[in-house]
């Protein structure tokens, strides 16, 4: 499959979304979504290992990796995100897709699952749980949060980004997410770097940053997840996303959301392994994503062109 590794680039109104598209043009369509400060780099080492019948689509979320950023004055949200997947949709002109989507992704996923349930077969989340609930009391705190380093940012003097050697850039990156093993560092910073007079600086938006405005409640994260339509797979890391909630409320809420798909024949499994297994040892993520896409998507018949 390594030979069959496309750069895709879909026009939005204010730049482009880029990505990378894996395996046979006709093959059943998988989008591929990452994390927060991720891109699409972060699938590198697990879409080789998953069906060959497949066509894998991972996209550079807007501000992230390759993709354009948003305009001046634009937030980075959730529902942004969703809008966006429907755009590459669009432009793939897809009727029904498969979704793949680990940590920011899989939220977005769960979202966009929930908002076009008849456009997703099989969704698969990556050490994500599909909605990430805040706590009722605490939403108008981080809207207000949010609004305000945006207006923060934007009354700030331009500065210009900070340059880095290759070598200073891997040791941030990897400060900040201790999950990434050496070799994945150096596979997201092929799409987290642009090179510049004197060395690099990141790639990906500072905005992305601030805090994501559009919050859900943990009843409303329960009705949007009773309107997914797609079987689902959960895959936790032992070590991964649940270890790292920073707000106390949201470990409660997610046993609920995880008892839900439970108790909807969904299907959830624990590997071992921090935040970013799938990428560092993708072989222990891959049978379990292998054998769902293999009995929940390609088993289908149903045509995926409009």
């Not at 950023?69 to 793939?92: I, M, W």
């Not at 940590?103 to 077969?121: R, T």
């Not at 331009?158 to 999950?179: C, D, F, H, I, W």
């Not at 809420?253 to 299907?267: K, V």
Request: aromatic share 8%.
């Amino acid at each position: 499959m390594a030979k069959q590794v496309s750069e895709l680039s879909v026009p939005v109104p204010w730049g482009e979304i880029r990505g990378k598209v894996w395996g046979p043009d006709h093959g059943r369509p998988v989008l591929c979504l990452h994390g927060w400060a991720d891109n699409c780099g972060t699938f590198n080492t697990l879409i080789p290992l998953l069906p060959k019948e497949c066509k894998y689509v991972a996209l550079d979320l807007p501000g992230h990796g390759l993709s354009s950023h948003r305009p001046p004055g634009v937030f980075y949200s959730h529902s942004e995100y969703v809008a966006d997947v429907r755009r590459v949709v669009d432009a793939l002109q897809l009727k029904k897709c498969s979704i793949i989507g680990h940590s920011m992704g899989g939220e977005i996923a769960g979202l966009f699952s929930a908002l076009y349930p008849e456009m997703v077969d099989a969704l698969v989340l990556l050490d994500a749980f599909g909605f990430l609930p805040t706590d009722s009391t605490e939403i108008s705190k981080v809207m207000r949060q949010g609004i305000d380093e945006m207006l923060r940012f934007e009354n700030k003097k331009e500065e210009k980004k900070r340059v880095y050697t290759y070598k200073t850039a891997v040791g941030r990156l990897s400060a900040a997410n201790p999950s990434l093993s050496e070799q994945s560092v150096h596979i997201l910073l092929e799409r987290g770097l642009v090179q510049v007079e004197g060395g690099f600086v990141f790639s990906r938006d500072v905005r992305v940053n601030f805090k994501n405005i559009v919050r859900l409640s943990l009843d409303l994260s329960l009705e949007m997840q009773s309107r997914i339509q797609a079987s689902v797979l959960v895959v936790l890391a032992e070590g991964g996303f649940d270890r790292m909630l920073s707000e106390p409320a949201q470990s409660k809420f997610t046993s609920t959301l995880l008892q839900r798909l439970q108790d909807g024949n969904h299907r959830v499994v624990t590997v071992p392994g921090d935040h970013h297994v799938h990428l560092n040892k993708p072989e222990v993520v891959a049978p379990f994503v292998s054998d769902f896409l293999r009995s929940k998507a390609l088993s289908q018949p149903t045509s995926h062109k409009l």
